[in-house]
């Protein structure tokens, strides 16, 4: 029998209040940080600072130590193969650090998430990504740990407040577009798992839901690949351009952050796309898809249900509400403890001197999964199975998700 192993979710948490516990009570890490700077000179003067290369291993080591933790709770001892692989990474989102720090960039408030994103579309379908690259390509690890961490900076009552809304909103959205899209894909001649799949990861949480889903159906690895491909590859687009409309359209930050929240469909490309409008849209963001992926959980158990009823004769195992905690994300649980530690417990000196360094790091977490998002992203995965028809249903599916969403958000949170 093999050894039972912690879900990566339970990970991310324990690597995050480990994080908490270290930044609390015991040492406030320097990371690395760029001044704004106009030419190659003001550059390398900064560059010629012996305390920024310390602050770079600083950041290195912590990242480092907290992948090594993370492939020792998987009973993974092959941790050698992630000190190349992580180096290039870090050189990578540190690169677009810098140049997002160049004054003209600067001037347009263009996020260094953005950057961490291009240059690793850039390196995924320009170059390729080398199999010993791969190790510490850890995207979702990375963002769970970063969620986590946002969490010190919510304040629970803004979560009761926000998240109360955001669940009206996330069963009004999840219900119709999840029909919505079941229904396209049959008229597109979709087969039921594609059906299920691409309707679950357009309307719920994306990827998570996207895997839920063929767990909940047992469907077709391959075909589950697809859909995350998809995911990926069209959350990007809408990560850059909804910002600019939600600001054309003079949204305010509540409106804005609940209609990135209901729509972008990976917990990341969220997290960059509120980042670009402010701290109070990504609050709104991140409680709107959390409320989202709250109802993960249950539609697994419906699924399950629906599909072990429809599929007798394949003898599916009888859904329980077991399944319902066994698909609920875990790192939501972490998030909302982590802002009941900072609202409640700690000390008013503590949380304040602490939210900065804390700030600090899940702002590096996220970078480094965009730089993941982007290494992992090829676009011509999008045309490659069943000419192209899942993709032109997750499209068309998007479409009316971004529009029906945007009337809700107005309605609840406008």
């Known amino acids: 029998m093999p050894k039972k192993t912690l879900h990566e979710d339970w990970i991310a948490v324990i690597i995050a209040f480990i994080t908490i516990g270290l930044i609390c009570f015991a040492?406030?890490?320097?990371?690395?940080?760029?001044?704004?700077?106009?030419?190659?000179?003001?550059?390398?003067?900064?560059?010629?600072?012996?305390?920024?290369?310390?602050?770079?291993?600083?950041?290195?080591?912590?990242?480092?130590?907290?992948?090594?933790?993370?492939?020792?709770l998987t009973g993974n001892t092959q941790l050698l193969k992630l000190i190349p692989s992580l180096l290039v990474i870090m050189f990578i989102?540190?690169?677009?650090?810098?140049?997002?720090?160049?004054?003209?960039?600067?001037?347009?408030?263009?996020?260094v998430v953005l950057f961490s994103l291009i240059l690793g579309l850039l390196i995924s379908n320009l170059i390729g990504v080398p199999g010993w690259l791969k190790p510490a390509i850890q995207t979702e690890l990375y963002i769970k740990i970063g969620l986590v961490l946002l969490g010190c900076n919510?304040?629970?009552q803004d979560i009761i407040k926000g998240g109360g809304l955001g669940i009206i909103q996330s069963v009004a959205v999840v219900f119709t577009v999840w029909y919505f899209s079941f229904w396209l894909c049959g008229?597109?001649?979709?087969?039921e798992e594609f059906r299920m799949m691409i309707s679950s990861a357009v309307s719920i949480c994306g990827v998570s839901a996207a895997i839920?889903?063929?767990?909940?159906?047992?469907?077709?690895?391959?075909?589950?690949s697809h859909v995350i491909s998809l995911v990926l590859i069209v959350a990007i687009p809408m990560m850059l351009f909804m910002p600019y409309i939600a600001i054309w359209a003079h949204m305010s930050p509540a409106v804005a952050g609940a209609w990135l929240g209901g729509t972008i469909d990976t917990s990341g490309a969220v997290v960059a796309a509120g980042t670009m409008l402010g701290?109070?849209?990504?609050?709104?963001?991140?409680?709107?898809?959390?409320?989202?992926?709250?109802?993960?959980?249950?539609?697994?158990?419906?699924?399950?249900?629906?599909?072990?009823?429809?599929?007798?004769?394949?003898?599916?195992?009888?859904?329980?509400?077991?399944?319902?905690?066994?698909?609920?994300?875990?790192?939501?649980?972490?998030?909302?403890?982590?802002?009941?530690?900072?609202?409640?417990?700690?000390?008013?000196?503590?949380?304040?001197?602490?939210?900065?360094?804390?700030?600090?790091?899940?702002?590096?977490?996220?970078?480094?999964?965009?730089?993941?998002?982007?290494?992992?992203?090829?676009?011509?995965?999008?045309?490659?199975?069943?000419?192209?028809?899942p993709a032109l249903a997750f499209i068309i599916a998007q479409v009316f998700n971004i529009f029906f969403t945007l009337g809700i958000a107005y309605l609840v949170f406008g």
């Not at 700077?37 to 003001?42: E, I, L, Q």
């Not at 839920?212 to 589950?224: F, R, Y």
């Open 27 to 72: 040492f406030k890490p320097l990371l690395p940080k760029f001044a704004v700077w106009s030419n190659v000179g003001t550059l390398k003067d900064q560059f010629a600072n012996i305390a920024l290369w310390q602050q770079i291993g600083v950041l290195f080591l912590w990242a480092l130590g907290s992948l090594f933790a993370a492939k020792l």
């Open 93 to 111: 989102t540190l690169l677009a650090q810098v140049i997002s720090g160049n004054k003209a960039i600067k001037d347009f408030g263009i996020e």
């Open 279 to 389: 701290e109070e849209a990504l609050k709104y963001a991140t409680l709107v898809k959390f409320s989202q992926n709250v109802l993960l959980g249950l539609a697994a158990f419906f699924i399950s249900l629906y599909w072990s009823y429809t599929r007798k004769e394949a003898n599916f195992e009888k859904p329980t509400l077991r399944t319902i905690w066994d698909r609920f994300p875990k790192f939501v649980l972490g998030f909302v403890l982590a802002s009941v530690f900072f609202s409640f417990i700690l000390s008013t000196p503590l949380v304040a001197a602490a939210k900065g360094s804390l700030k600090e790091m899940q702002t590096y977490w996220f970078a480094l999964a965009f730089t993941c998002i982007g290494l992992e992203t090829k676009f011509t995965d999008i045309f490659k199975m069943d000419n192209g028809r």
């Open 212 to 224: 839920a889903t063929a767990g909940a159906i047992e469907g077709d690895n391959k075909k589950l």
């Open 187 to 191: 008229k597109l001649g979709l087969d």
């Open 154 to 156: 919510v304040l629970f």
